[in-house]
């Protein structure tokens, strides 16, 4: 006989990791115990030598599906005499903490039981077992046992409690278990009950979806806040949820019941239909079939080609769909507010949005919104990265000091990483208010709390508008903490190099394309081409800097953008272009003289400002109510005229200044309006300009690669969540055999900029940007 302990880290609480460890202990005959600890899954294993070896392959072999081991580390102990295995009782240690899994979609098994009349679970909302159902958005401290969650204030009743026991039962320490009799419950109010359920439990799922058909506004308290959802089909209630939200054009996500509902609606391929339907159930950016506005309202994503769609991943929503009716599901807030979490919350933000409250008595501890992907050759490419995916962890190729990065002001999120580990929150939202920033505090609080990291450092972004740069460097100050500021467009350098385990030490050529990234000397940086790693980079090539108009309103306004670009090519403003029509003769006027006097203009180098010009230019969109809407517009444009015939007349100049190359966007210009005048459709020159974007990548990289020798390539920066350009810039670098990095766990927008901020700052302690403690 002989004992073995062994401790697993990873995603292994919450997952039905020691039940799972239980059974096959106990089918290979072995005794022992199995317990959560704060850092760690604790196993001693007592028996035959054989069937421990076969205990310790079959581990990481069959685990549970929502489990991800990273190590294990085995010693063996003097044998105790155990008779039996259990699992027992969980144990706060100091230390590290393990990782916890996301919330994840209702089973197949949970669903079955929810639509049986017979179960004593029918209907019940908040059904799940150990393989489903809310964690991260439950948990309040590790380790992760029922006491440690919002369900701390359900006791389970003797049933529940049979199945929590039961080695052989699916609910085995499933810590959110519950049933009707002693779990949590939904009721209705109107809105002007003012608080008071108007009905309860199963009959208040009745009344929303009635509410729903009759198109109705409800607000619907679900597992990582509240959803504001009404009919997709019923044009007045999406334009009265467009209205009262101040949402404008910017597209609302739909919720179908199934992967056939989706594929009546969008163009749906297999790796698509995989990312609808996986455990994180996030929302997925799909190509609308011609036809679906018979079965959508045109108001849910106007001027899109493409539409969110997600499937149900809450058994209230899996009833609330039950008549296949869609449904948007947005965000219980006002534009630029943080998500309602609490029932308080809900009543009083959101009385005058919703007409009807679907509420419930389970504590949500932390909000996590939807995540929104898009599908990229096969393989996701995350535009969100939160509920589903947050807070699994990002294994990162160098050991950090523990360090809290602080992202940047839109999309944002923060990272805590220590070791070679580095958990981004979930999406938090822009940070332009106070209420948003008291969330991102909240939440900083939560995570340090769950993972025990106490930094030693953080990282901000130089801006010196963005408030996630103030609180982190008072923050910082307040408790004598070092500061290290990391520029932009570097941290989305690092940030791609991080998530594919590039080593510290390797350069890599780094094209980031963004909108807005503080450069030097308060220039506008976002055209950008780095050689380097994560301790330095060389700004190897840019876009050459034009002077923009930098106010917060001219950004929305891509023909004044557009005006700017064609004076710096030598272009004159005639009434035939559309960008120019776009603006009042007083507006050109005051326009011309900024510029010529540089007044109210900041010099910028940023590639996502370009593309908003082009798209007036062509007459494609002139004015943003949402951040990229006119980039989307010009990305739709391309992907429906196709490939454009490449005559090499559509093309960057590049200008050699000593080691660094400027991309001179005069001539595409030139192209563009001449080709406009002879009659070209806006649409293939919209393609003509994507391919001029990717052959001056292309050509930029070559270059670097004969003078470097580096061959492998970092894509990043939200420029590149443009499906139809990655497409092109991967497969032009892929044809001269270069090693191309894209995102696949982090977003390329500023919600992956931490993960790069943390890395940076963690492996450069000497930077010169660093601010001392204090």
Not at 281 to 310: F, N
Request: charged letters at 20%; proline letters at 6%.
């Amino acid at each position: 006989m002989q004992r073995r302990r062994l401790v697993v880290r990873g995603v292994v609480q919450g997952v039905g990791f020691r039940p799972f460890v239980a059974g096959l202990a106990r089918r290979l005959g072995l005794a022992g115990f199995v317990r959560n600890e704060s850092g760690a899954v604790v196993i001693e294993v007592e028996g035959p030598e054989a069937a421990l070896d076969g205990f310790a392959s079959a581990l990481p072999r069959d685990r549970p599906s929502l489990a991800t081991i990273d190590a294990i580390e085995s010693s063996r102990l003097a044998p105790a005499g155990d008779a039996t295995f259990v699992i027992g009782d969980s144990t706060v240690v100091g230390g590290r903490r393990t990782s916890i899994p996301p919330d994840v979609a209702t089973c197949d098994a949970c669903l079955r039981e929810l639509l049986d009349p017979d179960d004593r679970r029918y209907r019940y909302p908040f059904l799940n077992c150990t393989q489903c159902g809310p964690r991260f958005t439950i948990i309040t401290d590790l380790p992760y046992d029922r006491d440690a969650t919002t369900m701390a204030a359900f006791p389970m009743c003797s049933a529940c409690r049979r199945e929590y026991d039961d080695p052989g039962d699916r609910r085995h320490h499933a810590e959110a278990t519950a049933c009707p009799a002693c779990g949590p419950h939904l009721w209705w109010e109107d809105r002007s009950s003012h608080g008071q359920a108007v009905a309860p439990d199963v009959d208040a799922i009745d009344i929303a979806r009635q509410a729903l058909a009759a198109g109705r506004i409800v607000a619907i308290k679900g597992i990582g806040g509240v959803h504001l959802a009404c009919d997709a089909r019923n044009d007045e209630a999406v334009i009265a949820l467009r209205t009262r939200k101040g949402r404008g054009d910017k597209p609302f996500a739909v919720m179908v019941p199934s992967t056939v509902a989706a594929r009546a609606l969008c163009h749906v391929s297999d790796a698509e239909a995989v990312q609808l339907e996986s455990r994180a159930r996030p929302i997925v950016l799909l190509h609308r079939r011609s036809g679906s506005e018979d079965r959508i309202s045109a108001h849910v994503a106007p001027g899109q080609d493409t539409l969110g769609l997600l499937l149900p991943y809450a058994p209230l929503h899996a009833l609330l769909l039950s008549a296949d009716a869609p449904l948007v599901m947005t965000s219980g807030n006002r534009a630029d507010e943080p998500i309602a979490r609490t029932n308080e919350d809900a009543r009083g933000r959101l009385e005058a949005l919703a007409d009807g409250f679907l509420l419930h008595d389970r504590d949500i501890h932390a909000v996590c919104d939807d995540s929104v992907i898009r599908v990229f050759r096969g393989a996701p490419l995350p535009l969100r990265r939160s509920r589903g995916f947050a807070p699994y962890p990002v294994h990162v190729p160098v050991d950090l000091p523990p360090v809290l990065a602080v992202g940047g002001e839109l999309k944002a999120t923060f990272c805590l990483a220590s070791g070679h580990e580095a958990y981004l929150s979930q999406h938090i939202g822009d940070m332009e208010t106070l209420e948003t920033l008291l969330a991102f505090e909240r939440a900083v609080g939560h995570l340090m709390r769950l993972f025990a990291i106490a930094p030693a450092l953080v990282a901000i972004d130089p801006h010196p508008g963005y408030l996630s740069s103030r609180w982190g460097r008072e923050w910082a100050l307040a408790r004598g903490i070092p500061v290290v500021t990391v520029q932009h467009h570097q941290a989305h350098h690092a940030s791609v190099l991080a998530e594919h385990g590039v080593p510290a030490g390797e350069p890599v050529i780094g094209v980031v394309f963004d909108g807005t990234g503080y450069g030097d000397e308060g220039s506008i940086w976002g055209g950008e081409v780095f050689v380097g790693g994560y301790e330095s980079v060389r700004r190897a090539a840019h876009l050459m800097a034009t002077p923009l108009p930098a106010g917060h309103v001219d950004v929305r306004h891509g023909a004044r953008l557009a005006l700017a670009y064609l004076a710096a090519a030598g272009l004159t403003w005639d009434d035939d272009l559309p960008c120019v029509r776009a603006c009042s003769a007083a507006e050109r006027q005051v326009v011309g003289q900024r510029i010529a006097h540089r007044l109210g203009t900041a010099p910028s180098s940023s590639m996502g400002r370009l593309f908003d010009a082009v798209a007036s230019l062509l007459g494609v969109h002139h004015v943003s109510e949402f951040e990229a809407q006119a980039a989307m517009a010009l990305e739709a444009a391309a992907a429906r005229a196709g490939a454009a015939p490449d005559d090499g007349t559509c093309r960057f100049g590049l200008v050699e200044e000593g080691e660094t190359i400027r991309l001179d966007p005069a001539p595409v210009l030139r192209h563009l309006v001449d080709a406009l005048r002879r009659g070209t459709h806006p649409d293939v020159l919209a393609a003509r300009f994507h391919e001029a974007v990717a052959r001056a990548v292309h050509a930029v990289v070559l270059r670097l690669r004969t003078s470097t020798s580096i061959g492998t390539v970092g894509l990043s920066g939200g420029v590149f969540q443009n499906v139809v350009l990655l497409d092109r810039v991967v497969s032009l670098l892929e044809q001269d055999d270069f090693r191309v990095l894209t995102h696949r766990q982090v977003p390329p927008n500023d919600g992956g900029l931490s993960l790069g901020q943390a890395v940076v700052a963690g492996v450069t302690p000497s930077s010169p940007w660093r601010t001392p403690a204090g």
